[in-house]
Each structure stands twice: as C-alpha cells, then as structure tokens.
C-alpha cells in the first residue's frame, strides 16, 4: 500500500471574480522512501496541490472533491484534531521563502524548540538538546551559538537549513519542499540537494520536491509529475520524462533549459502566457501556447493515455501518432474523425 494516495483531488478558491480551479482532478500516489517531483510553471497548481494534503489553504480555499489518504487515513474531511497529529509529526513541508517563513521576532532556537514541543512529547531540556543536534545535521556550524541568533543573522542557505532542520525535528515519514531552492545561488543549491539528498537515504523518508526548475528534478527525483493549468498533463519516472517527453508543454520545458549545446544561442521559451484559471478553455489548457495544436485540442481535452508501465501522458498528438502508426482505429462520421484505442 501506498504511504500517501492522492485521488481525483480539486481544490477551488472561491472569489468575488467567481471559482478559481488551482486543482483540477490530480491523482498520483508516494512510496516511502521515493522521491517525487512536481514541476510546472508558476501557478500551474503545484503549491496548492501541497496545502491541500496538508490542509493549509487561504481562508477562500476548500478541497471541493477527491481523496487523501495517508497511510491508509482518510484526511479529507478528517477535521482540524486529526490533521494536527499528521502536520508535523507525519507529514512536514518547507516553505518556499524561509526569510518570510521564519519569524524576525524570535531567536533561531525558540522557533525550533517551539515545533518540537508541540509536536512532541519531550519536555524543554530535551527540545533543546533535539534541536542542536538538528543543526548540527544539516551542517549549521556551531550550532549552540547559533540556537541564540535570529534570522536576520542567517544567510539565505542558512535559513534554508534551518528551515529544513524545523521539518525533520519531529522525523515525519513524508517531506513536502516547496521550491527549496529558490532565490539562492546555484553553490547553495547544489548544497541544499546534497544534503536533503543524503538525509532522505539516512532517514528513509519520502519526499515531495515542487519545483520549477528541470534541473532540480534531474538530480534526485524516483518519478515526475507536470502539471499545467491545475491538472496532471504528464506522469512517468525521470528517465522517461526527460528522455522521451509526450506532452507539448513538457518538450516546450525541455527545450527551454540551457546547455552546453546551446551555448552562444537564444533559449527557446514557451510564448504566450498561463490560462486564466477563471475562464477555463473547453479544450486543452496549453493549446492556445502549443504550436502543434490541432482543431480537436481547442475543443476537448485528451483522456489520460498510459504509454507503457512508467509514463502517461494527456495530449492528442500521442492519439494522432497512434492513428498513424496503426496502434489506434478510427471511426469516420460525417467526414471528421474521431480516434477511438
């Protein structure tokens, strides 16, 4: 059994403008001990796919339909009593700035010590001393001294760590990190990464990575999920999604990154912007950015096509490959055609 199961989840922001569908029908499931990567550009509904199994949404939020189970609880409509033994205990999450998360106010270890005391049964002397050792295992040099600094104090890497010790203090069996990487320089990056990397092997914990950046993904990501528009558009293992991407905005991600054989040449960026989540198209989401779109794309939206055991993907041009290789008939009515598997 999977230790997290996601099923049909839609959550909406209700607005005076109307209903804002961040998450539209995405269903996927976590291992432990896997890691899962969750790209797409900014709000494509990665962040708010996380508030939702933590159940940390804006007051206008509300998870309209679908299931979460953890471990085999159902949290959807669990209530506030439960939800509070999961977060933190079972289930952690970083922030996505740790400038913002953190408070200026109160010294490093009053914040550390005030999550472990909540969410555990040890008493002061023993949430101290939990954490100095947490960071002494992200790699905060002297870390006692460090317990009695503030924020301000701290670098963006060190904040970052920080932020990281605060959602290991209580070992959770799941660790959401919400763009973990962002605003710092690629030295911290690759520091951050090595060590979530490594503490995720020492812990065996999964981990949920939501990122935007390929690269990211590329380094410790099991498996991959693209969202678009609020909705799963592709799924697979890395190797699949970065060797043989099957969604036109995945290859539109992919063209988009830098590297050395593109050195001295313009990148090629998705053109067009995001779709208004409010006046949501009948067809394919990304169709009006796509420059393979075909008529079928502005009027419906492809069904989930499972391509082999580890990749599926939600785009017509794998039906039009299909029906041209032979794999999928057709039927003609009236001169259009309307591919059927």
């Not at 070992?171 to 962002?182: K, R, S, V």
């Not at 693209?226 to 969604?247: K, L, R, W």
């Not at 993907?313 to 057709?330: F, L, P, R, T, Y």
Request: include cysteine; aromatic fraction near 4%.
């Amino acid at each position: 059994m999977a230790l997290l199961e996601v099923k049909n989840l839609k959550t909406s922001f209700f607005t005076d403008a109307g209903e804002v569908k961040a998450v539209n029908d995405v269903s996927f499931s976590l291992d432990s001990g896997k890691v899962l990567g969750i790209v797409g550009e900014s709000g494509s509904g990665k962040s708010v796919t996380a508030y939702s199994i933590m159940q940390i949404l804006a007051g206008t939020g509300k998870i309209v339909g679908g299931s979460i189970k953890f471990d085999g609880q159902e949290l959807v409509g669990a209530g506030e009593k439960v939800m509070k033994n999961i977060r933190g205990n079972k289930i952690s999450i970083i922030f996505q700035d740790p400038m913002t998360s953190l408070n200026p106010t109160y010294t490093i270890g009053r914040q550390l010590m005030e999550a472990i005391l909540l969410h555990t049964n040890r008493n002061r002397k023993q949430a101290y001393e939990r954490a100095v050792e947490m960071l002494r295992l992200v790699n905060v040099n002297e870390p006692k001294k460090r317990m009695k600094q503030y924020p301000y104090e701290f670098s963006g890497g060190m904040r970052q760590r920080v932020m990281i010790a605060m959602a290991l203090a209580c070992e959770p069996d799941i660790l959401i990190a919400d763009e973990p990487t962002t605003a710092l320089d690629v030295t911290i990056q690759a520091q951050i990464l090595e060590l979530m990397g490594s503490l995720q092997k020492e812990l065996g914990m999964a981990i949920i990575m939501i990122t935007h950046d390929l690269g990211v993904v590329a380094q410790i990501c099991d498996e991959v999920i693209v969202m678009y528009a609020g909705s799963i558009c592709e799924q697979g293992t890395a190797d699949e999604i970065f060797y043989n991407p099957c969604h036109e905005y995945t290859k539109g991600l992919m063209r988009s990154i830098p590297t050395a054989d593109t050195a001295g040449t313009k990148l090629q960026p998705i053109t067009g912007t995001p779709i208004d989540l409010l006046n949501m198209p009948k067809g394919c989401p990304f169709a009006p950015r796509c420059d393979n779109a075909m008529k079928v794309c502005l009027t419906k939206r492809a069904d989930r096509m499972q391509l082999n055991d580890d990749h599926a993907a939600s785009c017509w041009m794998n039906v039009k490959k299909g029906i041209d290789s032979g794999e999928i008939e057709i039927e003609t009515k009236g001169g259009d055609e309307d591919g059927k598997e």
